[in-house]
């Protein structure tokens, strides 16, 4: 069974993106819009990485990524945040609530799947 990928991100154009890059991979995927909407796609079936911008109306990346570290059920789904913002502060900010990896807009489409396939050990 292929893994599945959750992508979080308010702009229809890099889910749009990476959704094609994700199943050019061979991943299963779902997406949601905001914050909101990955917690409540996750609550329907937990998936094995989430792509997860920071910036998000309603709950942003931070916070989904500090409620599903908080949860044991969830220890294993790997978590990439995606952001405008390359400052380390941010990047320091989304490593220290528990997110695996970060990735920086623009970013390369091959960095993004290398970084899939790192993180789900492929």
């Avoid at 997110?99 to 993004?112: C, E, G, L, N, R």
Wanted: charged letters at 35%.
């Amino acid at each position: 069974m292929s893994k599945h990928i959750l992508i979080v991100d308010d702009e229809p154009n890099i889910v749009l993106s990476l959704e094609f890059l994700m199943r050019k991979g061979g991943y299963e995927v779902s997406t949601a819009r905001d914050g909101d909407e990955a917690l409540a796609a996750i609550e329907e079936r937990i998936p094995d990485l989430v792509l997860l911008d920071v910036m998000m109306p309603r709950k942003d990346g931070y916070q989904v990524c500090q409620i599903l570290r908080e949860r044991e059920d969830l220890n294993d789904v790997r978590i990439v945040m995606l952001t405008a913002r390359g400052r380390d502060v941010e990047r320091e900010k989304g490593l220290s609530l528990g997110a695996d990896d970060y990735i920086t807009k623009p970013f390369s489409t091959q960095d993004v799947v290398n970084k899939v396939r790192q993180l789900l050990g492929e």
